[in-house]
């Protein structure tokens, strides 16, 4: 995952021969997906209100339509999914939730095709 992290900040993939320039649409996707989730994060910085955030997600998933919804939170489920499988990237402070995570592809897997 990390790879493909560097591939869409630096708009190549692959090695050697095989280097290709990334569509500008994907790396677009990348850029709106990486802020939009950086502004979400931010958002659950409330010390004690979780119930807001919660419910502010809730709203933010209804009011979208249905086709992006089940495609959203699939999309989400997945990459918290990857997160879990990251080597490193955890102190004491995010281990739980990185543990959850971990524990999605497993959990999920009949209903989420997840690539082992």
């Known amino acids: 995952?990390?790879?493909?992290?560097?591939?869409?900040?630096?708009?190549?993939?692959?090695?050697?021969?095989t280097l290709?320039?990334?569509?500008?649409?994907?790396r677009e996707a990348f850029r709106k997906a990486r802020e939009a989730t950086k502004a979400l994060l931010d958002a659950t910085n409330t010390m004690g209100a979780e119930p807001a955030v919660v419910a502010?997600?809730?709203?933010?998933?209804?009011?979208?339509?249905?086709?992006?919804?089940?495609?959203?939170?699939?999309?989400?489920?997945t990459a918290l999914g990857e997160f879990g499988r990251l080597p490193g990237h955890e102190d004491?402070?995010?281990?739980h939730a990185k543990a959850t995570c971990a524990k999605l592809p497993e959990a999920l897997r009949e209903q989420i095709y997840w690539k082992d």
């Open 1 to 17: 995952m990390l790879n493909k992290i560097r591939e869409f900040e630096t708009g190549r993939a692959g090695e050697g021969d």
């Open 20 to 26: 290709r320039k990334l569509r500008e649409a994907d």
């Open 56 to 77: 502010g997600v809730v709203a933010g998933i209804l009011e979208t339509h249905r086709y992006l919804q089940g495609q959203g939170i699939v999309a989400i489920l």
């Open 92 to 95: 004491p402070r995010n281990a």
